[in-house]
């Protein structure tokens, strides 16, 4: 079917996220979107099991958050946040410091992932620089993603991350590996003793590695990980920008696990799909030391958009349909679904692993199976389902109903056993 004039003419113009241009499969041209569904410009729709890189929690345009934001921009759209503060701003700070576990209560807002995981690490150096002492380094951990910009590449895994095309021009940082048992728990308490004189903070995702390989740990490795911070005097973050707002069945992974870090960063769901923000939310101590006579104690940090009010006000709307309906059990019984209509495709040759964790549903496959190829089958079956790495995974929509569910579970299977 012939694309329309503004595919033709603007393709060339419109560069791709990790996309080599020349010989990537065209993208679709997309007109609509409505629920789950994606409308494309020539008129087919297709089931979203993405949700737009998890953001689209209630679905696309929810009418409430529609709402909200359409009335936000009648008043104001957004303001700089420097010297002024606003209602949807406030009132988000204050919910999302009601919702959040333990004295995690200082909100700063600002417009994307990547940047809302570079101010948790400036509030890390800059905690310990203003108590007078100097630790430059991170801990990270393998499989583990924190976004694209130059900060946090360099504490995403050193193979899958970017680390090898750009050696040299990273910041170098202390990586290990999740402990998954009591010993290898030990291990790692002892290392980071050692090493805390240098350590900022450790830094992981929690309970579910996602652009790693969406990889799953339980929920007492980050006990374990909370435990080795404290004996060692080491800051702990939590990236909950995968893991936040239901995705894995818990509202934050920090609650499932029982743990309180001492920074968190948020976005993706966090305006339901509809704006950019972000969010990195420290607890009451970590802002003590930044609280001072001393002007250069203060946070060193402000984009340009941050709180953008008409973002909050998403933000709020979206946080309301968390409070009006039960998002969580929404989670838990894609959870069940996904569980028993994945399971078939473990027969299937090639296939590694298949796992599940709360609205979260994973097909490994073995290495070296050309999954570029599977793309347009799945267009071709009705869906939007883009691998990556060795995994097929679906992120839908929490208010995904189950037909369109099994719609999503059975197309994997028929591709994946062609
Ligand atoms: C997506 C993601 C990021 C980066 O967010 P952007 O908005 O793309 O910059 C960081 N950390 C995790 C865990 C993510 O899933």
Redesign the pocket.
């Known amino acids: 079917m012939a694309n329309p004039g503004w595919y033709d003419e603007g393709r060339p113009h419109l560069w791709l996220p990790y996309t080599q241009m020349k010989t990537a499969v065209p993208p679709l041209a997309v007109a609509a979107t409505n629920g789950v569904t994606l409308t494309l410009a020539d008129g087919r729709t297709l089931v979203d099991g993405i949700a737009s890189?998890w953001t689209a929690a209630h679905g696309y345009n929810h009418p409430h958050i529609i709402e909200a934001v359409k009335a936000q921009y009648d008043v104001m759209p957004h303001v700089m946040f420097g010297g002024l503060v606003h209602a949807p701003a406030a009132k988000l700070a204050t919910r999302l410091a009601n919702l959040l576990p333990g004295d995690l209560s200082k909100v700063f807002f600002a417009e994307?992932?990547?940047?809302s995981?570079e101010v948790a690490m400036k509030m890390a150096l800059q905690y310990h620089l203003n108590r007078g002492e100097r630790r430059p380094k991170f801990v990270h951990f393998r499989k583990g993603?924190?976004?694209?910009t130059f900060a946090?590449m360099a504490v995403c895994d050193p193979t899958e991350g970017m680390h090898a095309k750009f050696a040299g021009m990273l910041a170098n940082h202390l990586i290990a590996d999740l402990p998954r048992t009591a010993a290898e728990a030990e291990r790692f308490a002892d290392w980071l003793k050692a090493e805390a004189h240098q350590v900022a903070a450790v830094i992981t995702?929690p309970l579910v590695q996602?652009?790693g390989g969406m990889i799953f740990h339980g929920g007492e490795t980050l006990r374990w990980l909370r435990e080795a911070c404290d004996a060692a005097g080491v800051l702990l973050i939590l990236?909950e920008?995968?893991t936040g707002f239901g995705r894995t069945g818990a509202m934050f992974a920090c609650e499932a696990a029982g743990i309180v870090p001492e920074i968190v960063?948020l976005?993706?769901a966090l305006t339901g799909g509809v704006c950019p923000l972000?969010a990195t939310i420290a607890t009451a101590r970590v802002y003590e030391a930044f609280h001072s006579d001393e002007g250069s104690h203060a946070l060193m940090h402000g984009p340009t958009y941050m709180a953008h009010a008409a973002a909050c006000a998403a933000a709020n709307a979206s946080l309301d349909l968390f409070e009006q309906h039960d998002r969580l059990s929404q989670a838990k019984a894609i959870e069940a679904q996904l569980k028993a209509e994945l399971e078939p495709c473990h027969t299937l040759p090639g296939v590694k692993d298949v796992r599940v964790m709360g609205a979260i549903g994973v097909v490994e496959l073995e290495a070296g199976r050309n999954l570029e190829a599977l793309k347009p089958k799945f267009v071709a079956e009705g869906v939007w389902i883009r691998p990556f790495g060795n995994i097929v995974y679906l992120t839908p929509a929490l208010t995904i109903g189950a037909d369109d569910l099994s719609k999503l579970t059975g197309a994997i299977f028929r591709v994946l056993s062609a």
Do not use: L, N
């Not at 994307?112 to 940047?115: D, E, H, K, L, P």
């Not at 993603?145 to 694209?148: F, L, T």
């Open positions: 890189w994307s992932g990547s940047v995981v993603y924190h976004g694209d946090t995702e996602g652009a990236d920008i995968f960063t976005s993706k972000s």
